[in-house]
């Protein structure tokens, strides 16, 4: 009886670490990127983020969305090992949208936490106004 009780302690003790470990684990280096000032007319502008899979298993992103139309992801789409590395991209158009932006990327996994914000911001500088620009219609 006495052996069964140390048996169950035993077990109970350590099933919630085996549990910890062997989820997986996404970890960012970083989860905020600023691009600074840059103009309007050199387009667009990609940050990668880096993570690794700090846990035990597989780790899979199931969904990546970003907070508006202006911004694209892309990420690694095949699973990633314990200790492998991945990434998630965040590309920002800023064609017509002068002005200071902070816009966010969601990262969807099976891993613990589930979802991870990441950030970018930045500042655009508008192009220079053409005549074209202020009179879009010939006249006469």
Same mark, same amino acid.
């Given at each position: 009886?006495? +052996?069964?009780?140390?048996?169950?302690?035993?077990?109970?003790?350590?099933?919630?670490?085996?549990?910890?470990?062997?989820?997986?684990?996404? /970890?960012?280096?970083?989860?905020?990127?600023?691009?600074?000032?840059?103009?309007?007319?050199?387009?667009?502008?990609?940050?990668?983020?880096?993570?690794?899979?700090?846990?035990?298993?597989?780790?899979?992103?199931?969904?990546?969305?970003? /907070?508006?139309?202006?911004?694209?992801?892309?990420?690694? +789409?095949?699973?990633?090992?314990?200790?492998?590395?991945?990434?998630?991209?965040?590309?920002?158009?800023?064609?017509?949208?002068?002005?200071?932006?902070?816009?966010?990327?969601?990262?969807?996994?099976?891993?613990?936490?589930?979802?991870?914000?990441?950030?970018?911001?930045?500042?655009?500088?508008?192009?220079? +106004?053409?005549?074209?620009?202020?009179? +879009?219609?010939?006249?006469?």
């Amino acid at each position: 009886m006495k +052996r069964m009780l140390l048996f169950l302690c035993v077990a109970g003790f350590m099933m919630p670490l085996m549990s910890q470990t062997v989820q997986p684990k996404i /970890s960012f280096d970083e989860t905020t990127h600023n691009f600074g000032k840059f103009k309007e007319q050199d387009g667009k502008v990609t940050y990668q983020f880096e993570f690794v899979n700090t846990g035990g298993s597989d780790l899979i992103i199931q969904n990546v969305s970003a /907070s508006c139309g202006c911004t694209a992801p892309s990420w690694t +789409r095949e699973p990633i090992p314990p200790g492998a590395k991945g990434f998630v991209a965040a590309t920002y158009d800023p064609a017509g949208r002068p002005g200071s932006f902070r816009k966010y990327v969601t990262v969807i996994s099976n891993s613990n936490p589930g979802s991870v914000r990441l950030t970018i911001a930045g500042e655009v500088e508008p192009k220079p +106004r053409t005549i074209e620009d202020d009179y +879009r219609y010939a006249m006469g």
